[in-house]
């Protein structure tokens, strides 16, 4: 006969399992293709719109919140797309999981950008291939990694693009 956990005993099983870090960010596309860049005013750099996903909250519903944060946009769910998923193994920080969603953007859209100006300095739109000048980040490699892979979907780990759709 089965002896199926109790309640406690899952309760502990859950808490006993590893914690990760995740977060998202989302590619913005503007009508030529390029790519939305934010310049942070709390660090160097550029980076893609995003965020950490609080407690309770989906990756989703993160990436739209963060969205609304931080450019004044308030877009629908079904406007954005999973690009893929990044994993950032342990280093200089904890491991981290990034979920990277992506949307088009259209020029009204564009023009009601409105800059969260106590976190960002500017925004700019760049083409996909120089990305990577405005930021040696990692997550700007996978998203480009993604972005330029023909295969659908992306996983990437190590700056390396390992798994796609197809």
């Known amino acids: 006969m089965n002896r199926y956990f109790t309640e406690a005993e ?13 977060g998202v960010m989302v590619v913005y596309r503007n009508s030529e293709g390029k790519v ?10 550029w980076n893609l719109v995003g965020g950490f996903v ?10 739209l919140r963060e969205t609304q944060e931080e450019l004044g946009l308030t877009l629908a769910e079904n406007r954005l797309s999973l690009l893929g998923v990044h994993y950032l193994p342990p280093a200089k920080y ?4 990034r979920i990277i969603f992506a949307a088009d953007l259209t020029a009204d859209e564009i023009a009601a950008i409105k800059l969260q100006t106590d976190e960002l300095e500017e925004y700019r739109f760049v083409s996909v291939d120089d990305l990577t000048s405005f930021n040696e980040r990692s997550t700007i490699d996978a ?8 295969r659908g979907l992306g996983y990437v ?3 390396q693009l390992k798994g796609t759709t197809s």
């Open 54 to 63: 609080e407690e309770n909250e989906s990756p989703l519903t993160t990436a």
């Open 143 to 150: 998203a480009r990694a993604m972005l330029t892979s023909a």
């Open 10 to 22: 899952n309760q502990a099983f859950y808490a006993s399992r590893a914690k990760k870090s995740v």
């Open 157 to 159: 780990e190590d700056r």
């Open 94 to 97: 904890p491991e981290f999981l």
């Open 36 to 45: 939305l860049i934010v310049k942070p005013n709390y660090k160097p750099g």
